[in-house]
């Protein structure tokens, strides 16, 4: 960045000399004879014998005077540099966690701007490469027969604010696997409700599309597919217990019926998160999940 002003450079010091006149103290004028100021500029310029040579032992031909040549614009720049790399990747956050098949899943993400808290990052599943012919073997049995594979997805979220007193957040999250040639678009809608006592009801409303596309095989065109899914959810929570009752249900394009399901969360302390559901699906089927979490921020 320049910067520039109606002075100028080359006005910069007398501007500098003007300030520190202005703000130098008043003193009593005193007047020097001028026989004297001849006296005293005399015996200054002329070195007494006594004063120590400190150039003596210093060779004035060998200095390297190209020390002093230093671009101003130079030196912000590399400040500036010195000051990114130290805080840290420019912002970026990286996260990795090591599966039992010796992947790791890496996840990376970075705030782009605060308003509507606007984030963008990828989600990537990095395999390792056998260097052996036991690693290999391992991996495949590890793996169900085969190698893992790497893959990753894009994806973009932000979270505005809701419309008066219809819905109190908006969330949007767009996700992209060009492996999978899969995407996705969707955006929920948030009310929460205060209850009698210590109660709180949070209504969510879902709406997401997802589409899915075919590589093209010999004799056979490539085709797109998409799918339409809406989800609607209710959660109380009771007060300082950390329970919460969660009943829900979603309908998509590719089932012809709700889907219901119900559920509890509960917290526990230092982060730790316990929840189990219950639900219905396309089959006909009941499917049932207990799982627990563990977050901490520092």
């Given at each position: 960045?320049e910067?520039?002003?109606?002075?100028?450079w080359?006005?910069l010091?007398?501007?500098?000399a003007?300030?520190?006149?202005?703000?130098?103290p008043?003193?009593?004028?005193?007047?020097?004879p001028a026989?004297?100021?001849?006296?005293?500029t005399e015996a200054?310029?002329?070195?007494?014998?006594?004063?120590?040579d400190?150039?003596g032992?210093?060779?004035?031909?060998?200095?390297?005077?190209?020390?002093?040549?230093?671009?101003?614009?130079e030196t912000l720049?590399?400040?500036?540099?010195?000051?990114?790399?130290?805080?840290?990747?420019?912002?970026?956050?990286?996260?990795?966690?090591?599966?039992?098949n010796?992947?790791?899943?890496?996840?990376?993400k970075?705030?782009v701007?605060?308003?509507?808290?606007?984030r963008?990052?990828a989600?990537?599943?990095?395999?390792?490469?056998?260097?052996?012919m036991?690693?290999?073997l391992?991996?495949?049995a590890?793996?169900?027969?085969?190698?893992p594979q790497?893959?990753?997805?894009?994806?973009?979220?932000?979270t505005?604010?809701?419309a008066?007193?219809?819905?109190d957040?908006?969330?949007?999250?767009a996700?992209?696997?060009?492996g999978?040639e899969?995407?996705?678009?969707?955006a929920s809608l948030?009310k929460s409700?205060p209850?009698?006592?210590?109660?709180?009801l949070?209504?969510q409303?879902?709406?997401?599309?997802?589409q899915?596309?075919?590589?093209?095989?010999p004799?056979?065109?490539g085709?797109?597919?998409?799918?339409?899914?809406?989800d609607?959810?209710?959660k109380?929570?009771?007060?300082?217990t950390?329970t919460?009752?969660?009943?829900?249900?979603?309908?998509?394009t590719?089932?012809?019926?709700?889907?219901?399901?119900?559920g509890a969360?509960?917290?526990l302390?230092?982060?730790?998160?316990?929840?189990g559901?219950?639900?219905?699906?396309?089959q006909?089927?009941t499917s049932?999940?207990?799982?627990?979490?563990f977050?901490?921020?520092?």
């Amino acid at each position: 960045m320049e910067l520039r002003t109606g002075f100028g450079w080359a006005r910069l010091p007398l501007l500098a000399a003007a300030l520190l006149f202005a703000a130098a103290p008043e003193a009593p004028a005193q007047t020097v004879p001028a026989a004297q100021a001849d006296d005293e500029t005399e015996a200054a310029a002329v070195p007494d014998a006594s004063d120590p040579d400190i150039l003596g032992d210093i060779d004035v031909d060998k200095l390297d005077w190209s020390q002093l040549n230093t671009d101003a614009d130079e030196t912000l720049a590399a400040k500036t540099r010195a000051g990114k790399s130290a805080s840290g990747n420019d912002g970026l956050n990286w996260s990795s966690n090591t599966r039992a098949n010796g992947s790791s899943a890496v996840t990376v993400k970075q705030s782009v701007t605060p308003f509507w808290d606007t984030r963008i990052g990828a989600d990537m599943t990095v395999a390792p490469e056998p260097t052996t012919m036991s690693e290999l073997l391992a991996q495949k049995a590890a793996n169900g027969g085969s190698l893992p594979q790497s893959s990753g997805s894009a994806w973009a979220a932000a979270t505005a604010p809701g419309a008066g007193a219809i819905w109190d957040k908006t969330a949007v999250e767009a996700r992209i696997d060009p492996g999978a040639e899969s995407s996705k678009l969707g955006a929920s809608l948030t009310k929460s409700l205060p209850l009698s006592g210590d109660y709180s009801l949070t209504l969510q409303n879902g709406y997401s599309v997802f589409q899915q596309g075919t590589a093209p095989i010999p004799g056979v065109a490539g085709r797109i597919t998409r799918n339409y899914e809406t989800d609607q959810t209710a959660k109380v929570t009771i007060g300082d217990t950390g329970t919460s009752l969660i009943a829900g249900q979603s309908l998509s394009t590719a089932d012809d019926r709700w889907l219901r399901k119900l559920g509890a969360e509960q917290k526990l302390t230092d982060g730790v998160t316990i929840s189990g559901s219950i639900g219905e699906t396309a089959q006909g089927a009941t499917s049932k999940s207990l799982t627990a979490g563990f977050k901490k921020s520092w």
